[in-house]
């Protein structure tokens, strides 16, 4: 037999939130009554959000690194992570960091994710290792997130 998923949803002018409470029990191996004892002991919620289109766009900027990024940023290092940690203080920048193959050692690239566009160019514009030569390459994509865990 199937059942029903409780579910709230509440809107605003710009976004939706669907709240689904999911029950870990079985009442088909527990049967109906133990099955209430054990969701009422036992119950857990999970949040996820939804979000109307353009309300929750956010920015990535993709970079692609030289070779040997580990032996040529260190004097550029300081003046990059400082950047990023200024437009995070500023609400712009949401995170950043290394990317490559799983198990890397050396990072061929960087992701950050950025609210708005404005904010990525900025980076780009004003980050040294983009000055100094160590990024090779860069991308700005528009990002609709659906869905995220709050």
């Known amino acids: 037999s199937s059942g029903t998923i409780p579910f709230e949803l509440s ?6 939130r669907l ?8 009442a088909t ?3 109906r009554g133990s099955a209430v004892a054990f969701m009422a002991a036992a119950g857990r919620q999970s949040s996820y959000s939804t979000s109307t289109a353009l309300s929750a766009t956010q920015y990535l900027l993709r970079y692609d690194y030289i070779p040997d990024v580990l ?19 500023q609400g712009t920048c949401l995170s950043g960091g290394p990317t490559g193959e799983v198990g ?4 061929s ?3 950050f994710i950025f609210t708005t566009s404005d904010a990525a160019k900025h980076f780009v514009e004003n ?3 983009v000055s100094a030569g160590i990024v090779t390459g860069h991308s700005i ?3 609709n997130v659906v869905v995220q865990k709050e």
Do not use: F, S
């Open 11 to 16: 809107c605003n002018q710009r976004n939706c």
């Open 19 to 26: 709240t689904v409470i999911v029950m870990w029990g079985l």
């Open 29 to 31: 191996i527990l049967g």
């Open 71 to 89: 032996e040529k940023r260190g004097p550029y290092r300081e003046g990059h992570l400082n950047l990023a940690k200024d437009l995070i203080a």
């Open 104 to 107: 890397m050692e050396i990072p």
């Open 109 to 111: 690239g960087a992701l």
């Open 127 to 129: 980050d040294p290792y």
């Open 141 to 143: 994509e528009e990002w």
